[in-house]
């Protein structure tokens, strides 16, 4: 194997596997994978050791990294909802603060209790 490798599926036996093998097939896509040789023996002796085929390891390894993206993209979503939020709120503050004499302390509902 030199630095590349392609996906591909075996059915093995019953009309259940082979049945099984083309749902399996219908839902999959197929690429070609081409990576150095020196990483490709690193991927090798780490499917080895893992006990399952370097092509199982890369689709592995490529789902992991699309989980962490997805949820990457998620907290960057969140940290910008929350960005605004704060935008906003020291906008009111600003606005409602803006005249003479006002207690901030009844902006906040969790405002510590007045001794």
């Not at 194997?1 to 019953?14: E, F, I, Q, Y």
């Not at 259940?16 to 896509?29: G, N, Y």
């Not at 909802?81 to 207690?103: C, K």
Request: glycine letters at 4%; aromatic letters at 4%; a positive charge.
């Amino acid at each position: 194997m030199r630095g590349s490798c392609r996906a591909t599926a075996k059915a093995v036996g019953t009309a259940t596997s082979l049945s099984r093998w083309r749902i399996w097939r219908d839902r999959m896509s197929s690429y070609t994978v081409q990576i150095d040789t020196k990483l490709a023996e690193r991927l090798e002796q780490a499917a080895r050791a893992a006990k399952i085929s370097s092509t199982d390891l890369i689709a592995e390894c490529i789902a992991q990294h699309l989980d962490i993206t997805i949820r990457h993209l998620a907290l960057v979503e969140r940290l910008e909802a929350v960005d605004q939020g704060l935008l906003e709120l020291a906008s009111f503050v600003g606005e409602a603060t803006a005249g003479s004499n006002v207690d901030v302390s009844s902006l906040c509902r969790y405002a510590p209790p007045k001794a």
